[in-house]
């Protein structure tokens, strides 16, 4: 995973306005909704040589994001996924590769103007982060409540927060941190959705409606279940993270990667961890 500003993007293909292009065009005018006050979301998939695990899911949330931010979407799911096997025909069989299709408010003061919704699709080059670990601490910043931002929406707005705790840690020489919700049990890592194990044991934070049901977390729990691996969806305390036995995170970005050092404590990728990992690109690469 390593640190969020280590991303690169390679080459890129773009849908707007129903037509492809080639790259990255400016879109966006100064006072646009969308740029000028916040009304932007997206979702994030993967294509991995070609296969697309759970792109429907993907595809779906945006939707639901932009709706749950005043939106009105006039594109389907199936449609947007149809796009996006159409994007990733245009690269390389085993490109690895980012899908992130976007809804964003071109009119509206304050309140998005949903008739001005418009969609984008961009499909670009990233490949897959190895499975090296990272190194995590606690950080000051916590997730909003439910009452207090969109926090059941993927939306750009909710990332500055995201942005401030990994720049917190980043200056102690850490990664990513261990983000705690306003109750003060721990909701994710940064950036991706934490889980720990302890004797031979998953345990995972109980959805509470301050951070993202993420859809690779939902595959990693259904897959350890199905194979006969106990998984707790619960509230968790920050100690307990500190004594886990492992700990990993799961993420569309980097699918599933283990965190080797949690403040000053080295940890090493267990059996259980390898098992998620093992257990999601087996799923992959069927999909």
């Keep these: 995973m390593g ?26 005018r100064t006072r646009e909704h969308g740029f000028w006050l916040s009304s932007t979301v997206f979702d994030g998939a993967r ?33 947007i996924v149809s796009l996006s096997l159409e994007a990733v025909a245009k690269f390389d069989d085993d490109a690895e590769l980012y899908i992130s299709p976007m809804f964003f408010a071109e009119e509206g003061f304050i309140v998005p103007d949903p008739a001005s919704t418009r969609f984008v699709l961009s499909v670009f080059e990233a490949p897959l982060p190895e499975p090296k670990g990272f190194s995590a601490c606690l950080t000051r910043y916590r997730r909003p409540a439910r009452d207090m ?15 401030r705790g990994v ?21 994710e890592f940064c950036y991706t959705n934490l889980f720990l194990a302890k004797d031979g044991v998953i345990h995972t934070p ?10 690779t977390r939902q595959r990693v729990i259904r897959l350890l279940r199905d ?49 998620a990992r093992e257990l999601y690109f087996q799923f992959s690469d069927t999909t």
């Design 3 to 28: 640190k969020a500003n280590a991303h690169k993007q390679g080459r890129t293909v773009t849908f707007a306005d129903g037509e492809w292009t080639e790259g990255d065009p400016r879109l966006v």
């Design 47 to 79: 294509a991995l040589a070609g296969k697309t695990p759970d792109l429907d899911l993907h595809c779906a949330r945006v939707i639901s994001s932009a709706r749950i931010m005043g939106l009105e979407p006039a594109i389907s799911t199936e449609e």
């Design 149 to 163: 931002a969109p926090t059941q929406a993927k939306a750009s707005c909710l990332y500055p927060n995201v942005a």
């Design 167 to 187: 720049r917190e840690v980043n200056a102690k020489g850490f990664d990513t941190g261990v983000v705690l919700d306003p109750n003060g049990n721990v909701a």
């Design 206 to 215: 109980a959805i509470n409606g301050t951070f993202l049901n993420g859809i």
């Design 227 to 275: 194979s006969g691996v106990e998984v707790h969806e619960r509230a968790i305390d920050f100690e307990e993270v500190m004594e886990a036995d492992e700990l990993f995170g799961t993420g569309n970005y980097a699918k599933v990667v283990p965190c080797t050092r949690l403040e000053d404590r080295p940890l090493q990728p267990g059996p259980l961890y390898r098992q």
